[in-house]
């Protein structure tokens, strides 16, 4: 079988997070210590000796990255997208993006815009970054820092605006759920006034904070109906001024999801800690799955060789109904998490798919929240992996 | 799909945050933009390598030369590349 080829790497380079959304997709239980950053800035106070132990569970080094990066490019990969956590916690971003820049990659700052001021984007700008995605969790700001269990909406209203003056392009990303979903035309509306020029209407997808937050976070059916009618109008009027790209809830639809364009066919994600992920959930939702890290083996031989890479790879691996699907190369059998999560199987077919013997488990999930009616239950807040600090110390929002 | 005309006077330039590099694997160009990554045809390739400032006529002239062929002949082919990636927002025309 000829491997197929890389085109994008997530590299989530902390779990560290000043916000505490409760659909957050990183694992609920992580033990993460700090990194050893070789590059703090001059006039920045530096951390805690304590915080810096460098052990199994430490992230990543500045170095360890800048390696990844270069055999991420080798490997043939073409963008980069910084994330985490928050990404901008790390004080050696500026070096991260200038590395990837230096490969040649096309680099994305997945952020939520906390830590970010005029001095730190001119320094991430001058370092090559070429796109930006900043988060909102609402149009509204009691809403929105409700969500976030911080305040940080007016942060981030301000940050789009030095994004702009800034000249880099700006993206929008707003996780839709129960509580926010309502709201989703003052949402469009904040992204035309904030110049995005690209926005995503993301409904949630249920794993790590929000597999466990599902049942506050599922809207219900008359939501989904009414939002992909405001999506779709949206779309058309804003065509070719803003992209908006509308991300279905899973859990309605009736076929399931083209997850990852298939298993280790475009992506990886390599997560803090240096283990390289064919999905960013699968470190949690997959717990039978042994993940490679970069500190042992090389990119390359991992995405080649590696047996996470190769388990659900093509269709050999495929059960029934998949098996003899014209579909199975269309939407490869959907999400292996999700499978996981729901069935405890990841090899199974995504129960999603209406032809999964599977379907009843997430009928049974909808049906529940009918019975619920409007009252949905409390979540619980995102917290940060044990042995972090909760935010880097430059960090002024506060809960 | 309805194509928008592109006037002859244009400019056309890269959208601000859009690249264009070859891509190491194949030899081949690429545009890379905000989650995206477009492997181009030859023809795409040859006409963004010369969206320098050029308009959209002498773009046309220049490529007549170069290959030897009518320029009535490629300008349908420049007008309709240059519409398809004006849909998509990788190019402006000034």
């Not at chain 1, 059916?221 to 908006?244: F, N, P």
């Not at chain 1, 488990?361 to 239950?377: F, I, M, N, R």
Request: charged letters at 25%; proline letters at 6%; a negative charge.
């Amino acid at each position: 079988m000829t491997n197929p080829r890389p085109y994008a790497l997530l590299a989530e380079i902390t779990y560290r997070c000043p916000l505490h959304c409760p659909y957050c997709s990183n694992p609920i239980a992580v033990a993460c210590a700090d990194a050893v950053e070789s590059a703090v800035p001059s006039g920045d106070t530096a951390e805690p000796n304590a915080l810096r132990t460098a052990h199994t569970t430490a992230e990543l080094s500045t170095d360890e990255w800048k390696r990844v990066i270069r055999e991420a490019a080798d490997l043939g990969i073409l963008q980069i997208g910084f994330s985490g956590g928050e990404p901008l916690a790390r004080r050696d971003l500026p070096d991260l993006i200038r590395a990837a820049r230096e490969a040649n990659l096309y680099s994305n700052l997945i952020t939520s815009g906390i830590g970010l001021d005029d001095d730190r984007l001119c320094a991430l700008r001058d370092a090559g970054l070429d796109s930006i995605q900043l988060s909102f969790q609402s149009d509204n700001t009691n809403l929105a820092d409700e969500i976030a269990g911080t305040r940080a909406h007016q942060h981030k209203l301000d940050v789009a605006a030095k994004i702009r003056a800034a000249n880099i392009p700006l993206s929008l990303n707003f996780v839709i759920h129960r509580r926010n979903i309502d709201r989703l035309p003052q949402m469009i509306e904040l992204a035309e006034s904030l110049h995005a020029e690209r926005v995503e209407l993301a409904n949630v997808q249920f794993y790590g904070w929000a597999f466990l937050n599902r049942a506050a976070l599922l809207p219900t059916r008359e939501q989904v109906v009414r939002a992909r009618e405001i999506a779709t109008a949206a779309k058309a009027r804003l065509a070719g001024k803003i992209d908006i790209f509308y991300v279905l809830p899973d859990y309605y639809e009736n076929r399931p999801k083209p997850c990852l364009s298939g298993w280790g066919q475009r992506y990886l994600t390599v997560n803090p800690i240096g283990e390289v992920l064919p999905c960013p959930t699968a470190s949690s939702a997959i717990p039978d799955l042994r993940f490679e890290n970069v500190r042992a083996r090389d990119l390359d031989w991992i995405w080649r060789e590696s047996e996470s890479f190769n388990r659900f790879r093509g269709t050999e691996w495929m059960p029934e109904p998949c098996q003899s699907c014209p579909q199975r190369e269309i939407d490869f059998g959907g999400c292996r998490c999700q499978a996981a999560l729901l069935t405890g199987n990841a090899a199974n077919t995504d129960p999603v798919c209406e032809l999964s013997p599977n379907r009843a488990s997430v009928d049974a999930v909808l049906h529940e929240l009918d019975s619920l009616g409007y009252h949905a239950p409390a979540w619980t807040y995102r917290t940060n992996p044990k042995g972090s600090p909760v935010a880097s110390p430059h960090v002024a929002a506060s809960r | 799909m309805q194509t928008p005309a592109i006037a002859s006077s244009a400019q056309p330039r890269l959208t601000r945050g859009v690249r264009l590099q070859t891509d190491s694997k194949t030899g081949n160009s690429v545009l890379l933009f905000p989650e995206g990554v477009l492997e181009l045809n030859e023809t795409a390739q040859e006409i963004l390598n010369r969206c320098d400032g050029r308009t959209v006529n002498e773009i046309i002239q220049a490529l007549a030369e170069e290959y030897d062929v009518d320029p009535k002949m490629l300008a349908v082919d420049v007008e309709e590349t240059l519409a398809d990636l004006k849909r998509r927002k990788l190019i402006e025309l000034t």
